[in-house]
């Protein structure tokens, strides 16, 4: 997962033709570690995305445009627009992310 550090490239980020996934996510936060050490298969095994991070803490005013309550959050972005939002709480398990980034196909 690569890292944010301007909302310049955030926002250039998710104005890609390509669908990309930000995950938004606090150094504080145990359910962002915990995501942390299950992610990287999910990662290669859904490669049509391109995988971001960004750190909710150093962009409060990002993370309330895009209305993220709750951390770790995934978001999926395509041509500058918010196509679809994992909220934390759903976003525990493997299972709930492959579950998320499945549904995205249908």
Known sequence: MQPITTAE????????????????????CPDCTRMNMFIDPII????????????????PELAEKYQVMGIPSLLIFKDGEKLSHLHSANAK???????????QQA
């Open 9 to 28: 490239q955030f926002n250039e980020i998710i104005s890609s033709a390509q669908p990309v996934v930000v995950k938004f996510f606090a150094g504080w």
């Open 44 to 59: 290669s095994d859904y490669n049509q995305y391109t995988w971001y991070e960004i750190n909710r803490d150093d962009f």
């Open 93 to 103: 398990t493997p299972t709930d992310v492959m579950a998320f980034l499945d549904a």
